[in-house]
């Protein structure tokens, strides 16, 4: 079955304090692998896709990586305004899996000032 | 324009009651999803509608009825919900339901039924 698992659940930094989320996946031919940030009360907002192994991407502070097993979100010396739901997804192969994502349950990250 | 909007913000309805949430989107995409999502939970796939047509219903339950009238617009037709159906309702569009398409999500109605 497919599946999409991140750590830690939550997370709480002082602010310049550097760290890393994590999202495991095991799915049957991984079509792409999407980071998204999501505030309370609001839809998530697209940060990036990763299509195959090896892959690097980064916008501002946040740098996400792909291995065959796993992705990292590395987030460098964070501010306040990076407090937020962290959410992973992918997509599946298998024509029937056109169009769907498969969710992780997030890692809401707090940074303190 | 890379805004989806959807209407109303808001919602509370009781279980006899029929509402309709709506959305609209002006980027030219193709394709146009309901999400549902209960709190601190992930989004889930209601349903995906390509180039106005249903291609995907993820067995949801009847009381909930989708409908594309064209392009940019996407309702959701609410009837006789249950207390469980409480959560706040996505919608996002993408280019097309094409493989490893984007999504653009708005930023959701929050449904409340009594």
């Known amino acids: 079955e497919d599946q999409v698992t991140q750590s830690p659940e939550a997370l709480r930094l002082q602010e310049g304090e550097s760290s890393s989320l994590n999202c495991s996946y095991t799915?049957?031919?991984?079509?792409?692998l999407f980071w998204y940030r999501q505030d309370p009360g609001k839809g998530p907002e697209f940060l990036f896709t990763?299509?195959?192994a090896g892959e690097e991407k980064e916008k501002e502070r946040l740098k996400a990586t792909l291995t065959k097993k796993e992705s990292f979100l590395h987030i460098t010396a964070p501010k306040p305004e990076d407090s937020a739901t962290y959410l992973c997804?992918?997509?599946?192969?298998?024509?029937?899996?056109?169009?769907?994502?498969?969710f992780g349950q997030g890692t809401t990250l707090q940074v303190k000032p | 324009d890379t805004e989806v909007t959807q209407t109303p913000k808001h919602l509370v309805m009781g279980m006899t009651n029929k509402k309709s949430l709506k959305c609209e989107q002006h980027?030219?995409?193709?394709?146009m999803y309901w999400y549902k999502q209960k709190a601190k939970k992930p989004p889930e796939l209601m349903f995906v509608?390509?180039?106005?047509?249903?291609?995907i219903n993820e067995s949801v339950p009847s009381r909930f009825s989708p409908e594309c009238p064209n392009s940019s617009l996407l309702n959701l037709h609410l009837h006789a919900l249950q207390p469980e159906d409480s959560a706040l309702y996505l919608c996002?569009?993408?280019?097309?339901?094409?493989?490893?398409?984007?999504?653009?999500f708005g930023s959701g109605t929050q449904l409340s039924v009594l």
């Open positions: 996002a569009s993408s280019l097309g339901q094409g493989v490893s398409e984007k999504l653009f």
């Open positions: 799915v049957s031919g991984l079509r792409g």
């Open positions: 990763l299509y195959s």
């Open positions: 997804a992918v997509q599946a192969g298998g024509s029937s899996n056109t169009g769907k994502l498969i």
């Open positions: 980027m030219g995409h193709r394709a």
């Open positions: 509608y390509s180039y106005e047509k249903l291609s």
